[in-house]
């Protein structure tokens, strides 16, 4: 019996420590979701689809739907597979392992990309920022080519490190981050709601541009669907926090053992309700609603028809709850059998 439990050990020491809480978990998936693309891909859809105007609501509006059922599903498979992997895992398990490498490989392929322009475009960002703080010495060194990539490099390397020293610290970056996204874009609203587009149109006259966009608004029927397949991008995100299912720590409950014991022993034996079983409790993981209404784990049935002296047997659960998981999943029960008093 020793080689199973040091086999056991060994299992439970390894995967990925489970550290990520979920206030970094809801900060993991609003950083992904709120950023670049919702700030940004509302004024790029004037291009994008010309003649959509004051068509953009409505169209975000209709890319929420997909959005929230996507976000459904991912919250179901990231429930029922809570591990590491995402899209691949969900692919993978439900259709083929092929179909999972090519989901979780385009998607890798897509955010590496992604990475490599947003790292570069900081450097932009940082020059528009000492332009309007009127530092033009720093605004034109950030204009030669050397000093944009070695901050963009320096932004990559500085992720990669990130990651290396482990959840922890990703975590005590990415929170203040989400409060930070909630902060600047309370800005961006109250001045959306300070401000409509004539005041807009003419902050731009008053710099000598023209409007991005001109001419007359195309019907709802005909921007409607190209719009919102294009703001559907802004709700991506929720990969993120599937990803994350392998680090998020586990709610999870060490609970007390009962045995039912049934039938009769043998001529001359009685069961006086002594049993012991190894290890005493069994840790329950499952969501914390569930786990709030347990306070026994009941295991299966164990028969002592006709036996004698001792009942040694590994049994598990009669029942756990849906979303739930024991760990072990087996316990020794041993049952004492002694002699009946003549």
């Known amino acids: 019996m020793s080689a199973p439990g040091v086999s056991g050990a060994a299992t439970a020491r390894s995967g990925l420590a489970r550290e990520m809480g979920l206030l970094g978990l809801t900060a993991t998936g609003i950083c992904a979701m709120v950023g670049a693309a919702v700030n940004v891909i509302p004024f790029m859809i004037q291009r994008q689809v010309p003649g959509i105007g004051p068509n953009v609501l409505p169209a975000y509006l209709l890319g929420a739907v997909p959005a929230m059922l996507a976000g459904l599903a991912y919250a179901m498979l990231a ?23 090519v989901a979780s490989f385009s998607q890798w392929f897509s955010l590496s990309v992604v990475m490599g322009v ?27 080519g050397a000093v944009r990539m070695a901050i963009a490099l320096g932004v990559l390397w500085a992720a990669t490190g990130l ?35 004539v005041d807009f149109l003419q902050a731009l006259s008053a710099r000598g541009d023209s409007p991005v966009v001109s001419g007359t608004a195309a019907p709802l029927s005909l921007t409607l669907l190209p719009g919102s397949v294009l703001l559907f991008a802004s709700f991506i995100g929720f990969d993120s ?23 009769e022993p043998a001529t001359g034996f009685a069961y006086a ?14 969501p914390e609603g569930v786990l709030s209404q347990l306070d026994t ?4 049935p164990l028969r002592i028809d006709g ?13 756990l709850p849906e979303w739930c998981r024991a760990e ?15």
């Open 241 to 263: 926090i599937a990803q994350a299912g392998g680090e998020a720590r586990r709610p999870s409950r060490d609970l007390p053992l009962a045995l039912p014991v049934l039938g």
């Open 307 to 319: 036996r004698r002296d001792s009942v040694v047997m590994e049994v598990g659960p009669e029942r």
């Open 118 to 144: 947003v790292s570069f475009l900081i450097t932009p960002f940082l020059r528009d920022i000492a332009v309007a703080l009127q530092w033009p010495g720093v605004a034109a060194t950030l204009e030669h």
């Open 273 to 286: 309700g002594e049993w012991q079983a190894t290890p005493p409790r069994v840790r329950v993981i499952g």
């Open 297 to 300: 784990l009941r295991l299966a």
């Open 79 to 101: 429930s029922a597979m809570p591990r590491a992997g995402g899209s691949y895992v969900f692919a993978s398990r439900a259709l083929s392992p092929y179909l999972g490498f």
């Open 163 to 197: 990651n290396l020293l482990g959840i922890k610290a990703y975590e005590r970056l990415m929170v203040p981050l989400m409060f930070l996204t909630f902060a600047l874009g309370s800005v961006v609203i109250v001045a959306g709601f300070s401000y409509d587009h």
């Open 328 to 342: 072990p999943l087996m316990v020794r029960a041993v049952v004492r059998l002694p002699r009946a008093a003549l």
